[in-house]
């Protein structure tokens, strides 16, 4: 998991206009500075790209920190993989 | 058959409550059976002709989630589901002479359904357990809309199906608070709001903010006093509601409002239509590596697509959902403007205002949107809102004891908006003060007392704002 912190964090750097900004699997998205819902469908799609996969609607309903966020990046590449 | 009328207090709820103690006692099935009779007795009484309609739509709608588990076209079956509802609900609340009471509420629960289990994966509740979820009769008629996610395992459970004394005890307090709010507290102003809105264009400055602001007050305490009864039945059968309101005229912002005012609304807009939008929009921007980032956001043309229109779609689904009217249409757009005025105060980062003059200037945005909200047509609400504006003319506060009387109870209640807790915080705070509800003996016989003084009120009560919608 934690490599694949380190490649989210910058995406939330450049979002939340923090460039000191460290990661957590346990950061709550309402815990970080200036975060709302728009913040959260921005790291979506960069992260669609970033990672070129696809969220649906109901999944990002269900993210509410780092740690959910990782997972459902592995767990969709590992079904691309598979 | 509202919940302040003779008819449901003193024999519906004690009939539903008697049964349901039976019922339990033979187990699960029986219980959720009968809460699901009484809830279409619930429905017949207030609309007869319609009671076909619902158990068309719940039947309908627990067909295609059945279909849709484990089907490869999940998705699509949802698509078409959702596009049935909307289309009976269109032709029943715009183009039938005669609206169906609550299908506004019935069909958006039920949508929610659809969409939740529109991966597929999700098993299907079981029947009974989903005519329950769509029909139970505390949210039938004015929500709050509940979400699938929340009260689908609540009600699948198969344990706690006994009418127990802790339920009925914090139950029937968050009822009694409600009965009281509607009867004691909103009921008396349309005594304010009636005349004030029937000849706006004779008001003067005063008496015009008086009809604003009482009708401000009279639907909060109404809306309100609604939803802590529709949670106070569903607690009392060891179901928890969501709450739908979060001491809205406390808001700091007119985001933060919208956050706090019809909860169950706002989140099921922002989860189905806003967000997909803004989703869509941000794709296809970075399809066409457009950038999508706070810089991007806080350009002009950036800011109109990736905020704006998703909020002006959003709150005139708003505005029509509550009708399909001009001044409805005005009053979603008054406030989708409001929405993204503070938008732009947050992209630009501007400094925030003294918590005190944020709560004021959101207040007095919200009372604008209300007066739209309550007229009948747009010169209503103009002759109201020019009265506001001093343009009728300013005369001196009158001194007489009716007018004093009408100046100390808004001021009364807006003392209970501003400094009271919520019927949440204050019925489950857990507190060690005297003042905050527990159970106990001498709480049992102040809230014995408030029920009959709710009881005795609602002998001349009207019915709910909110059964229109």
């Known amino acids: 998991m934690a490599a694949a912190i380190t490649d989210i964090t910058p995406i939330f750097r450049d979002i939340l206009h923090d460039p000191d900004l460290d990661l957590a699997s346990t950061t709550r998205f309402d815990d970080l500075a200036g975060w709302d819902s728009m913040d ?34 592995e767990a969709k590449q590992a079904l691309a993989a598979a | ?120 994966d999700t098993r299907a509740p079981r029947m009974r357990d989903y005519a329950l979820y769509a029909a139970f009769f505390p949210a039938l008629l004015a929500g709050p809309i509940l979400n699938p996610r929340d009260m689908l395992p609540q009600i699948a459970r198969t344990e706690g199906w006994r009418l127990s004394a802790d339920n009925l005890a914090v139950g029937s307090g968050f009822f009694i608070i409600g009965l009281l709010k509607k009867t004691i507290l909103a009921d008396p102003l349309s005594t304010l709001v009636g005349p004030g809105f029937a000849n706006p264009a004779a008001l003067t400055f005063f008496p015009a903010w008086q009809a604003a602001m009482a009708y401000s007050l009279q639907l909060y305490f109404d809306f309100s006093g609604y939803t802590d009864m529709a949670i106070g039945l569903a607690w009392m059968v060891g179901l928890r509601f969501p709450d739908n309101f979060e001491q809205p005229y406390r808001a700091q912002s007119v985001i933060a409002y919208w956050q706090r005012w019809h909860m169950s609304l706002t989140r099921f807009l922002m989860t189905t239509v806003h967000a997909p939008l803004t989703l869509a929009i941000l794709r296809w921007r970075k399809a066409r590596r457009l950038p999508i980032d706070a810089t991007a956001q806080a350009t002009p043309a950036g800011f109109f697509s990736m905020i704006g229109m998703p909020i002006v779609v959003t709150m005139v689904l708003v505005a029509l959902w509550h009708g399909a009217t001009l001044p409805f249409l005005l009053f979603g757009l008054l406030h989708a403007g409001f929405l993204l005025v503070n938008h732009a105060w947050r992209t630009k980062h501007a400094p925030a205002l003294p918590a005190v003059a944020s709560i004021a200037l959101t207040y007095i945005c919200v009372l604008v949107g209300s007066v739209l909200f309550r007229s009948e047509s747009v010169g209503q609400a103009v002759g109201l809102l020019g009265g506001m504006a001093g343009l009728h003319g300013i005369d001196p506060i009158r001194t007489d004891g009716r007018t004093a009387a009408a100046l100390l109870w808004l001021f009364a209640l807006y003392a209970i908006v501003w400094c009271a807790p919520t019927t949440r915080q204050w019925m489950l705070s857990g507190s060690t003060s005297r003042l905050v509800w527990r159970p106990s003996s001498p709480w049992a016989v102040a809230m014995g007392c408030a029920a009959t003084l709710g009881v005795l009120a609602a002998g001349g009560t009207s019915e709910f704002l909110y059964f229109r919608f």
């Open chain 2, 1 to 120: 058959m509202g919940f302040s009328g003779f008819p449901f207090l003193l024999g519906f709820l004690p009939l539903v409550l008697g049964g349901f103690a039976l019922a339990g006692r033979r187990g699960e099935a029986w219980a959720k059976s009968w809460l699901i009779a009484a809830s279409l007795v619930f429905y017949a009484a207030g609309a007869p002709t319609f009671l076909p309609l619902l158990l068309l739509s719940v039947g309908g709608n627990f067909w295609l989630l059945r279909r849709m588990h484990g089907s490869d076209t999940a998705a699509r079956w949802a698509t078409g589901g959702v596009v049935v509802n909307l289309a009976v609900l269109g032709w029943f609340k715009y183009l039938n002479a005669e609206p169906a009471l609550g299908l506004s509420f019935v069909s958006f629960t039920q949508i929610g359904c659809l969409l939740h289990h529109a991966g597929g």
């Open chain 1, 40 to 73: 959260l469908i921005t790291v979506v799609v960069e992260v669609e790209c970033r990672f070129d996969l696809q969220f649906e609607l109901p999944e990002i309903d269900r993210l509410t920190n780092i740690g959910d966020l990782v997972r459902m990046i």
